[in-house]
């Protein structure tokens, strides 16, 4: 893999650029076709770009969450080296899950400043987060991270220009298996968020749900150390059965409601 793209004579990091490129690919899905599920284009990529400042901000407020001790323990290197310390808890370091928890409740309360309803939006934004998500995981690829078991199977890629990676051995690549499904998830949205689908204003509870269960089973074959583990299960495990267990109880109240009208 490379970790580091060489374009114009610099060296560019590969995850930051696929980040740029999801970013970009997102609001150019956005803004073709917006218009085309009857919603405001320019509200519809502004609530997409505070979304992702939500994200950002949730991905990193996790991310510190779950290596609370040693960050606390190294405050000091903000007065003694303070590039240290920002390398080390600020240049990188990003849960997904903690992005796309910010990202929704950021752009429920974007949407509800327009007097508008996410769920609407949800028919295009959520398919062009989906995209977006595949693209940042080409990244992982791309760098060697969020990498997975040790295996002899075919499939098995080895990431010895990593600089997380272990070198000279086969793993599997749960990055890419986590892009297509991604890819293949945004596909699946975008096709349920269409005018007169029952599903269209249940998206954002399809894709956590989907993803939820998806990463639940995924986390089976990681073995990047970075994830996590609490007790019998990682800590993306235990977000995506607290996430399950949430979007169930919705569904279940929904329902009933429905019943007694």
């Known amino acids: 893999m490379h970790p580091l793209i060489h374009l114009f004579g610099k060296e560019i990091p590969s995850y930051g650029l696929c980040a740029v490129l999801g970013v970009c690919a997102a609001m150019l899905f956005t803004v073709l076709f917006a218009r085309r599920r009857g919603l405001d284009t320019e509200n519809a990529v502004y609530i997409l770009a505070m979304g992702g400042v939500g994200a950002l901000l949730g991905a990193k407020l996790l991310y510190l969450l779950t290596v609370l001790p040693q960050f606390l323990g190294d405050l000091p290197l903000l007065l003694r080296d303070p590039n240290l310390f920002v390398s080390r808890y600020l240049a990188g370091g990003f849960v997904f899950y903690g992005g796309l928890l910010g990202g929704i409740g950021t752009a429920w309360h974007t949407a509800k400043g327009y007097h508008g309803d996410l769920r609407d939006y949800a028919r295009v934004l959520a398919p062009a987060t989906a995209l977006f998500a595949g693209i940042g995981r080409i990244g992982c690829l791309m760098?060697?991270?969020?990498?997975?078991?040790?295996?002899?199977?075919?499939?098995?890629?080895?990431?010895?220009?990593?600089?997380?990676?272990?070198?000279?051995?086969?793993?599997?690549?749960?990055?890419?298996?986590?892009?297509?499904?991604?890819?293949?998830?945004?596909a699946v949205l975008w096709r349920l968020g269409r005018e007169g689908s029952r599903a269209s204003r249940h998206l954002i509870g399809i894709y956590l749900g989907a993803y939820a269960a998806f990463r639940f089973l995924l986390e089976f074959l990681r073995a990047d150390a970075e994830r996590g583990i609490l007790g019998w299960f990682s800590t993306s495990q235990w977000i995506s059965i607290g996430a399950l267990i949430v979007l169930t109880i919705i569904f279940l109240s929904e329902r009933k409601r429905d019943h007694e009208v």
């Open 143 to 186: 760098t060697g991270c969020c990498y997975g078991r040790e295996t002899d199977l075919p499939i098995g890629m080895r990431f010895d220009a990593s600089p997380v990676a272990p070198h000279g051995v086969a793993l599997i690549p749960t990055q890419l298996i986590e892009a297509l499904f991604d890819f293949a998830l945004a």
